[in-house]
């Protein structure tokens, strides 16, 4: 499949008129073609009115149908074959094995969900039958069900640009809901963006849904990404990049007159914490590991431990000396975009700089001829990591902080200053259980993930996952933008109260045409 430089608008495929935008490989500085011209307002108003139009269309559409569509949106994406991670390569410099593997995690995600929505629970169908002698008062017939919350804008991510991106989980949750999307692409990535778009848009087509089902904007500056939030037909944001964009978009969303909500991740450093008698047993292989996890993805991925909390002592100095040896082994690697690679060498140049950081390890040098981010890990004490909210910041790329505390209630302390986190990893031995408990309370109220004796990057797709944490990891903690949960950002529950059996949803009406698990008087009752 060629590439155009075309947005999907719709059934269409439009030409934008502003300047075009171009992908970079960041291995070599390389223009890439073709060019990408931004959209315009009329665009983003017909793109949105589309979204609106198919709304009440699609959300109805049998939930067979539904997870029938997500199945060839994901066959579409396999028949791409070889094209797309070889583009996506070029615009992001990621090596293919790691491409052709998120690949896999996109189809498998767009898969997942086409079993939720089968499965029938995220409807939390609910009944609690009519009590019409009932006393004092009767009781009516009460019947739940969640519902679609409108046309959703996602934002492709720069880290992942199949997994998080045109197809990612933002994407294949809000269209498991029932809820129109529009993409605005990254702009690192357009043509692997139109590749995943057109893959999306035949999907819509062959099952005969409404063309604004799905949409596709380019737009290298915000104003096509503020013009969608704004826009009255969204009712829903996800987001998946920097605390300021994620900022920016909020507080546009809390601007309109009727505000919606923005489901953006957006900064975690992943604390692991080190207690005692791991760090005696094994702090050689857990920095060993730890080295490795940093350094994967040059660093880039959501999850990176950014920070490392242990008690200051032999097993310590250790663990230090061992991750210094591990990260000298490491090379440069080029990271997603030119821009990306001057923040991380700002971020890692301004610890190496500060007067309460020591720079333990170093691996091969930056190398901006080709974006090439060299990792280091750097060391501080925990009075002055406490005194110090910039050394908190996230250096996104293989930089990584060892702090060292007094005993166990500055760890406690170090854990109690902490922003809200994606994860928070404990290594643990058995001498340590107690330690580790009085621990986790604290941990439960920073982080979405909790870990034990393993490393945060690497995040399965699954129903128990939770990708997500107290802000700033997240703008709202309550949701997680991986795993099937993710499903429940873009629903919201109805109550239908004495409705006749014509008026209600197929998932409410008395004989239970769908078969699903209901709660009936709350007793669960098992569907077919």
């Known amino acids: 499949m060629s590439l155009t430089g075309n947005m999907l608008i719709g059934a269409q495929t439009v030409r934008g008129e502003g300047r075009p935008l ?3 490989n960041p291995a070599t500085g390389e223009k890439l073609e073709p060019g990408f011209p931004a959209g315009t307002a009329a665009d983003v108003n017909r793109a949105a009115e589309l979204a609106q139009a198919a709304f009440d269309v699609y959300r109805n559409v049998p939930l067979e149908t539904r997870a029938q569509f997500l199945e060839t949106i994901a066959q579409n994406i396999l028949d791409l074959g070889d094209a797309l991670p070889e583009r996506a390569h070029l615009e992001t410099g990621l090596p ?24 029938g629970y995220f409807l939390d169908a ?90 596709l904007m380019f737009g290298s500056g915000n104003e096509i990404g503020t013009a969608l939030v704004a826009h009255p037909a969204i009712q829903a944001v996800g ?45 050689d292989a857990i920095a060993r590991g730890f080295v490795d996890s940093l350094t994967m993805g040059v660093g880039q991925f959501c999850t990176n431990p950014g920070l490392v909390i242990g008690i ?4 310590l100095d250790r663990f230090r000396d061992a991750a210094a040896k591990a990260v ?62 910039e050394l908190e910041a996230e250096v996104f790329g293989p930089a990584s902080l060892v702090v060292a505390c007094k005993d166990l209630a500055q760890v406690k302390a170090v854990a109690e200053h902490l922003e809200g986190q994606l994860t928070a990893t404990l290594f643990v031995d058995d001498a340590d259980i107690a330690q580790a408990r009085e621990l986790l309370p604290v941990l439960e109220r920073k982080a979405g993930r909790i870990l034990a004796n393993g ?29 099937a949960t993710a499903i429940r950002r873009f629903l919201r529950p109805v109550c239908y109260q004495d409705l006749p059996d014509a008026l209600l949803p197929e998932g409410l009406k008395r004989e239970n045409p769908l078969g699903l698990p209901r709660l009936v008087d709350g007793t669960l009752q098992a569907g077919k």
Do not use: W
């Open 312 to 315: 200051e002592g032999p097993a």
């Open 22 to 24: 171009h992908a970079i």
């Open 455 to 483: 490393y945060p990057t690497g995040v399965e797709v699954s129903h128990a996952m939770v990708h997500g944490g107290p802000f700033p990891a997240t703008s709202n903690g309550a949701t997680t933008s991986v795993g």
């Open 126 to 215: 609910t009944i609690d039958p009519a009590l019409p002698e009932r006393q004092p008062l009767p009781r009516a017939d009460l019947r739940l069900a969640n519902v679609p919350m409108g046309p959703v804008v996602v934002f492709g991510a720069s880290n992942f640009p199949l997994a998080f991106s045109v197809a990612g989980g933002d994407t294949a949750s809000a269209l498991a809901a029932g809820c129109p999307v529009i993409v605005k692409a990254h702009n690192a990535h357009p043509g692997t963006s139109e590749l995943v778009g057109r893959a999306i848009q035949a999907a819509v087509a062959k099952h005969g849904l409404p063309e604004g089902t799905f949409s």
């Open 328 to 389: 000298a082994d490491k090379g440069a690697a080029t990271m997603l975009t030119p821009g990306i690679f001057s923040a991380y060498e700002e971020g890692s140049q301004a610890l190496a700089k500060h007067g309460d950081v020591k720079e333990i390890g170093r691996g091969a040098a930056s190398n901006p001829a080709c974006n090439a981010a060299g990792p280091v890990v750097f060391s501080a004490q925990a009075d002055r990591f406490l005194a110090s909210r």
């Open 239 to 283: 987001f998946t990049g920097s605390r300021r964009g994620g900022l920016a978009l909020l507080a546009t969303a809390n601007a309109r007159d009727v505000p919606i909500p923005v489901y953006a991740e957006m900064s975690s450093i992943n604390p692991v914490f080190l207690l005692p008698a791991a760090l005696e047993a094994r702090g």
């Open 96 to 119: 293919l094995a790691r491409l052709q593997g998120e690949r896999g995690r996109t189809v498998g995600q767009l898969r997942l969900f086409a079993r939720v929505i089968r499965d």
